[in-house]
């Protein structure tokens, strides 16, 4: 009887092992999308305009979220923090928007991976949080994994691939926002206030730039804000169901897709340094993922 109620846990477990691979593979994939999109749209449309039109289109498609949990979640002490974690988001998306219209997908891609790199360097210091010396050696690998991508020195930087970093260093920020809010406020909280938020923080800067779409456009930005909001939905899920270890290396597809969308829209050809770069990046935040979730674990 033990026997068969272990082979039940186990086949349980490699099913949700399937499901977590697949929907975090669909996430991806989504992402690629969204990127696609944004660096097609912004041949006519700044990518400012594209950010806030991202963040509303996002918006229309959780309402029926909001009808379903009502005004409770909007219950806080910390508006202040929210509006903190909502505005250097809108930051790190018109940054990374801005990078996607002027370098290469994949590469974009590539280099956005280094955000939890920068989540835990600033943890070390915001949250006083202690590294250990493989920890460490990750981080360092991870750094080391942009700097092949970019290879200051042998090429001229361009400011995409700094728009990015940056912007990869701020939405590091705003993760640790986050973690700080998770403390007192609810999941549903958090996201009430991002998806409520980034709408008008992210109209400002567009209206300097505004121009009213024509009617091709107006289906690429509802695309921008169905598939980026999906994404977000389908990697959360994917978390759920499996563990972040396990599931994470599919998160790289994204670069495949980014490099297919790449090539076959924009003529972009991915560069052997792009894809080792992103391979020791990944391979940084894979295995500092490993290290936090069994550190996490209690102790049996």
């Known amino acids: 009887m033990a026997s068969k109620e272990g ?31 944004v660096r097609y749209i912004s041949s006519e449309i700044h990518p400012f305009e594209i950010t806030f039109f991202r963040n509303l289109f996002g918006f229309i498609v959780l309402l029926p979220w909001f009808v379903i949990h009502g005004l409770r979640p ?51 210091f915001i949250l006083g949080e202690r590294v250990r010396l493989r920890r460490w050696t990750a981080l360092i690998a991870g750094f080391i994994g942009a700097l ?59 209206l300097f730039y505004w121009t009213w779409p024509d009617p091709a456009m107006w289906v690429w930005l509802v695309v921008c804000g169905v598939s980026g909001t999906v994404a977000q939905l389908l990697m959360a899920q994917s978390f759920r169901v499996a563990e ?17 969308i790449g090539y076959l829209a924009f003529g972009e050809v991915v560069d052997i340094w792009t894809w080792i770069g992103a391979a020791v990046i990944f391979s940084g935040i894979t295995y500092i993922t490993y290290r936090e979730r069994k550190l996490a674990k209690p102790l049996k």
């Open 244 to 260: 972040a270890t396990v599931v994470l290396p599919f998160d790289f597809t994204k670069i495949v897709w980014g490099a297919l």
């Open 148 to 206: 092949i991508i970019v290879r200051p020195g042998l090429q001229p930087i361009d400011t995409g691939s700094v728009l990015t970093i940056v912007s990869a260093a701020i939405w590091g920020f705003t993760l640790i926002t986050i973690k700080v809010l998770s403390r007192t406020d609810s999941a549903v909280t958090i996201t009430a206030y991002m998806v409520i938020l980034m709408s008008p923080l992210s109209l400002l800067p567009a």
């Open 74 to 124: 909007l219950r806080t002490r910390r508006i202040g923090l929210h509006l903190l974690r909502a505005s250097s988001n809108v930051v790190a998306m018109l940054m990374f928007f801005m990078a996607l219209s002027m370098t290469p997908l994949a590469q974009v891609q590539a280099l956005g991976f280094t955000a939890p790199l920068f989540t835990t360097v600033l943890a070390i």
């Open 7 to 37: 082979a039940g846990v186990a086949a349980g477990g490699r099913g949700n092992v399937l499901r977590g691979a697949l929907l975090m593979a669909a996430a991806a994939a989504c992402y690629a999308i969204l990127h696609g999109s």
